[in-house]
C-alpha cells in the first residue's frame, strides 16, 4: 500500500521498521532541545511527520516496549489513532510513569505507527441477541470454575 508521507524537518526521517518481520515503523521525536520528562508528568512531542492515509485505514500509535519497560514512559492514551481525513503533523502524547526523570532526545524512537483496516458499519437496531454459552458473563467469568 503506498502512503502519501511529508517530512517537515532538516534531518527528515522516515518512519522505518527496526526489522523486516516487525509489524511497527519506529516513530521519532523531532526536538530543537533534549525534553526532559519527569515522572507523571504528561506532553505532546513533535515528529516532523504529515501522512496522507487512504480512507478505510487509520494509523494506530502505540508505545515502544522497550521504551515503557526501561523507563516507564508510554503514550497517554493507550493507543492513539490518526484519522484517514487528518492532514496536521503527527503529534505524540507520552507520559513518564517511572520514579525518574526520563530524557528524550531529538531523534528518539517514542512510539511506533500501525497502519490498519478498518470497517464503517450500520448499527442494526435489536430487540434481542443470540444467545451464547458465556451469555452476559463479565470480567473473570470464564476463569471461574
Do not use: C
Not at 523531532?30 to 511527520?49: H, M, N, Q, S, Y
Not at 516507564?72 to 484517514?84: A, E, K, P, R, W
Not at 496536521?88 to 517514542?110: A, H, S, T
Amino acid at each position: 500500500m503506498a502512503v502519501r508521507i511529508k517530512i517537515k524537518s532538516d534531518t527528515g526521517i522516515l518512519p522505518t521498521k527496526g526489522t523486516t518481520g516487525s509489524a511497527g515503523y519506529d516513530i521519532r521525536a523531532r526536538l530543537d532541545e533534549d525534553a526532559v520528562l519527569k515522572p507523571f508528568e504528561r506532553r505532546l512531542f513533535k515528529t516532523g511527520i504529515y501522512i496522507e492515509i487512504p480512507e478505510g485505514y487509520e494509523a494506530q500509535m502505540r508505545p515502544r516496549s522497550g521504551l515503557a519497560i526501561r523507563n516507564g514512559v508510554t503514550l497517554v492514551n493507550g493507543v492513539g489513532t490518526i484519522d484517514s481525513d487528518y492532514r496536521g503533523e503527527i503529534m505524540i502524547p507520552l507520559i513518564n510513569l517511572g520514579q525518574e526523570d526520563v530524557v528524550i532526545k531529538d531523534g528518539d524512537r517514542i512510539a511506533q505507527m500501525i497502519i490498519a483496516r478498518y470497517e464503517d458499519i450500520e448499527w442494526d437496531e435489536e430487540s434481542g441477541f443470540t444467545g451464547t454459552q458465556r451469555g452476559t458473563g463479565g470480567f473473570g467469568h470464564t476463569g471461574k470454575e
